[in-house]
C-alpha cells in the first residue's frame, strides 16, 4: 500500500454494540458518546467505570471534562470483586447500555477478560480510553486515533491486533499532515470489513460536540425546579 494509492473514506459505520478504543482526549471520547447515545434516542443507560492503578495509595485522578457529565452510574474498580459489582449491573440495567472504561494512568491496563467476554451482545457498547495507545491487550472492533498521531503511533497500536493489521499504517504518513490540516483523525475498524484486517478511514473529532451541550428533559426539569426552590426560598 503506497501513499500514492492510498484512498480513505469517511467512516459511516455504528460502533454500538462493538468494543472501541479512544486514544487522545477526553473529549473525543465524549464526542463520539453523545452521537452513540442520539442513535439510541438516548434510551438505556450509560455508566463510567473508573480502573485504579492497584498499587496506589491516592484515588484518581479523574479529569473534570468527565466528572462534570451526567452519568446513570459510576463505579471504581481496583479488585476483582469490584469488577464483579460492574458486571452484575450490566447484566440487570435497562438495555441498550453503554460502559466507559477509563484507567487511571500508568499503562498496561486490560480490561478483565472475564468480563470482555460477558460484554459480546448488541445490547452493550464498551468504550475504553487511552491517552497514548495503551490497553492494547484487548482485541478492539474499532479505534479512534488522536489527530497528532504518527505512522510510528499507528503502527504500533495497529500492530498490536496482528502483523497484517499493521502493515495498513504503510505509506499514512504523506496523508497524516493533511488530514489534520482538514480538522479530520484516522480510525481503524473491522466491522463488516470484507478485509479481516480491518480498513483505515478518517473521521470528525467534533461531530457530536454540539450534542454534548443539549440538556435532557430530565435535566432541564431539574433545573427548573431548583430555580423556583431558590425564587421561593429568596420572597419567603
Given amino acids: 500500500m503506497s501513499s500514492e494509492t492510498l484512498q480513505l473514506e469517511g467512516f459511516d459505520g455504528s460502533i454500538r454494540g462493538t468494543k472501541t478504543l479512544f486514544i487522545g482526549k477526553e473529549q473525543d471520547l465524549l464526542c463520539r458518546l453523545a452521537v452513540l447515545e442520539g442513535e439510541s434516542l438516548f434510551k438505556g443507560r450509560t455508566i463510567l467505570v473508573i480502573q485504579e492503578r492497584a498499587r496506589s495509595t491516592q484515588g484518581a485522578s479523574v479529569p473534570l471534562c468527565l466528572l462534570k457529565r451526567r452519568w446513570d452510574c ?12 460492574v458486571a452484575t449491573y450490566a447484566a440487570n440495567a435497562p438495555k441498550p447500555l453503554r460502559i466507559v472504561w477509563w484507567c487511571d494512568g500508568g499503562g498496561g491496563h486490560e480490561i ?13 457498547t464498551l468504550l475504553g480510553f ?17 489527530k497528532d498521531a ?7 497500536v495497529l500492530g498490536s491486533r496482528g502483523t497484517g493489521v499493521r502493515s495498513l499504517a504503510s505509506g499514512i504518513s504523506g496523508h497524516l499532515t493533511e488530514i489534520s490540516a482538514s480538522g479530520a483523525a484516522l480510525v481503524w475498524s473491522n ?46
Fill in 112 to 124: 478483565p477478560r472475564a468480563l470482555w467476554n460477558r460484554w459480546t451482545k448488541n445490547d452493550v
Fill in 191 to 236: 466491522v463488516g470489513d470484507a478485509d479481516t484486517r480491518g480498513s483505515l478511514y478518517w473521521y470528525d473529532p467534533t461531530e457530536g460536540r454540539a450534542q454534548m451541550y443539549k440538556m435532557s428533559k430530565v435535566e432541564a426539569v431539574g433545573m427548573l425546579d431548583e430555580v423556583a426552590r431558590w425564587m421561593e426560598q429568596g420572597m419567603g
Fill in 150 to 156: 504518527t505512522e510510528s503511533m499507528i503502527g504500533v
Fill in 74 to 85: 459510576v463505579f471504581r474498580v481496583r479488585e476483582n470483586f469490584e469488577a464483579q459489582m
Fill in 130 to 146: 487511552s491517552h497514548a495507545g495503551d490497553m492494547l491487550g484487548c482485541e478492539w472492533d474499532t479505534i479512534y486515533f488522536p
